[in-house]
């Protein structure tokens, strides 16, 4: 069965660096999403992707965050400057428009 | 609007015990609903879902889950807990119609199971 990939599963960062997340959703599906779990929290939107832009955005999502789909397989989730906040894990999910939708195994964001 | 409401942050059974993980939903639109597993340190993974026909829909490991429109419920059950249950589940839901799709999790159940 076709799966969405997370690289790396763990990073670990100091604080104020930049991190790149990257994901390689299904090949054929149209809308992609990055959503983050803060340790024994609730799952949590950020960001949806369709059509090479973002089609919405949560709270969450501001200017540190970004969104590229630089070559048309991969996805990725840039963090310009972290915060000891931003420690999560982050999941990338891909939806082909009619069916259920596919989660990554994530990455674990640490921030030092 | 869309949001999921999942009753009782923890369950706990005992192996061989029938489970029942509690999810309602309010959506503006007709609703895609979900169920995911989470094992920890694990991602998410999808255990049935809802899109249209069938109200009573099979998953793997042996759950089903029934849309029940009337009751804005999706709840999850098992008839026997195994012990390889213990984990995480989320419910969640997203419209089927809008062109957002975006998926709104609750807050998770976390199932425990007793020897």
């Not at chain 1, 959503?35 to 089609?55: H, M, P, T």
């Not at chain 2, 015990?17 to 995911?36: E, G, H, K, Q």
């Not at chain 2, 109200?55 to 089903?64: A, C, D, H, R, S």
């Not at chain 2, 807990?81 to 995480?88: C, G, K, L, P, T």
């Amino acid at each position: 069965e076709p799966e969405v990939t997370q690289t790396p599963s763990h990073q670990v960062t100091q604080m104020g660096q930049e991190v790149i997340l990257r994901c390689v959703p299904i090949s054929n599906h149209l809308y992609f999403y990055w959503y983050r779990q803060i340790l024994g929290q609730k799952v949590e939107f950020l960001v949806s992707f369709y059509n090479n832009e973002i089609s919405e955005k949560s709270e969450i999502f501001d200017d540190q965050f970004s969104v590229e789909r630089p070559d048309g397989s991969n996805f990725t989730l840039k963090i310009r400057s972290t915060k000891l906040e931003d420690s999560a894990m982050y999941f990338c999910a891909s939806f082909p428009g009619g069916s259920g939708y596919t989660f990554g195994s994530g990455t674990r964001l640490t921030v030092v | 609007a869309q949001s999921v409401t999942q009753l009782g942050s923890h369950v706990s059974v005992s192996e061989g015990a029938l489970v029942l993980l509690r999810c309602n939903y309010s959506s503006s639109v007709p609703p895609y609903l979900f169920w995911y597993v989470q094992y920890p340190n694990q991602g998410l993974q999808l255990l049935l879902k809802y899109t249209t026909g069938a109200t009573l829909v099979k998953g793997i490991n042996g759950f089903e889950a029934e849309f029940k429109k009337s009751e804005t419920s999706f709840h999850l059950t098992k008839p026997s807990a195994h012990m390889s249950d213990a984990a995480e589940y989320f419910c969640a839901v997203s419209p089927a119609a809008g062109g957002s799709y975006i998926p709104t999790f609750g807050r998770g159940t976390s199932l425990i199971v007793h020897p």
